[in-house]
Nanobody, 114 residues
């Protein structure tokens, strides 16, 4: 059974930075794509960033140039570095392992507010 545990969320002022981490248990991390998603109140969950097993990345247009996704296969961990945060980035952030058979973390709250 794969378990994903996110951490690093919190309250930050506009323009600030946060780094989210998602640690995975199990042995399938390195062979699967990893993604960060977010869900704001009253909105659908959306893809923020994704990194393939080979390291190819893609981003939502709304976060390009501000967020960076990376992975450390030795640590079974994926990161999301978030810079120049805006109030509209406020959401619960989830990590996901896989594309077809998928596993989700429990989510971590990010609040951007002055």
């Amino acid at each position: 059974q794969v378990q994903l545990v996110e951490s690093g969320g919190g309250l930050v002022q506009p323009g600030g930075s946060l780094r989210l981490s998602c640690a995975a248990s199990g042995s399938i991390f390195s062979t699967n794509a990893m993604g960060w998603y977010r869900q704001a109140p009253g909105k659908q969950r959306e893809l923020v960033a994704r990194v393939t097993s080979g390291g190819t990345t893609n981003y939502a247009d709304s976060v390009k140039g501000r967020f960076t996704i990376s992975r450390d296969n030795a640590k079974n961990t994926v990161y999301l570095q978030m810079n120049s945060l805006k109030p509209e980035d406020t959401a619960v952030y989830y990590c996901r392992l896989g594309d077809y058979l998928t596993y989700w973390g429990q989510g971590t709250q990010v609040t951007v507010s002055s």
